[in-house]
């Protein structure tokens, strides 16, 4: 079972990049997929997160109205499309997939599997 999760880059503030997070070696059928980051010296803490359906979707207040996740479970992908970034949205983003996440989808540990990280830096 394998997550993995790539797009990210350098970036100027105001401006936008597209994450994209691949599972393999596993269905994750009722799954729900989320998107966490990590700041140098801070904790993981939660992006967003779709259901499998796609009818429940979560988002990091500071990210509200910028950031869009999706799904296509057809290929087992997930995507972050993150717009007018800010130089705090700095950090190293994870994917992670979870059965059993039910309403604790900001906690990471109720998510069984994670991709490796992609960074995305902002420049102010």
């Known amino acids: 079972v394998q997550l993995q999760a790539f797009g990210g880059g350098l970036v100027q503030a105001g401006g936008s990049l597209r994450l994209s997070c691949a599972a393999s070696g596993h269905t994750f059928r009722g799954y729900v997929m989320g998107w966490f980051r990590q700041a140098p010296g801070k904790e993981r803490e939660f992006v967003a997160a779709i259901s499998w359906s796609g009818n429940r979707i979560y988002y990091e207040d500071s990210v509200k109205g910028r950031f869009t996740i999706s799904r296509d479970n057809a290929e087992n992908s997930s995507y972050l499309q993150m717009n007018s970034l800010k130089s705090e949205d700095t950090a190293v983003y994870y994917c992670?997939?979870?059965?059993?996440?039910?309403?604790?989808?900001?906690?990471?540990?109720?998510?069984?599997?994670w991709g490796q990280g992609t960074q995305v830096t902002v420049s102010s």
């Open positions: 992670a997939a979870g059965p059993r996440v039910g309403s604790f989808y900001p906690s990471p540990g109720r998510y069984d599997y």
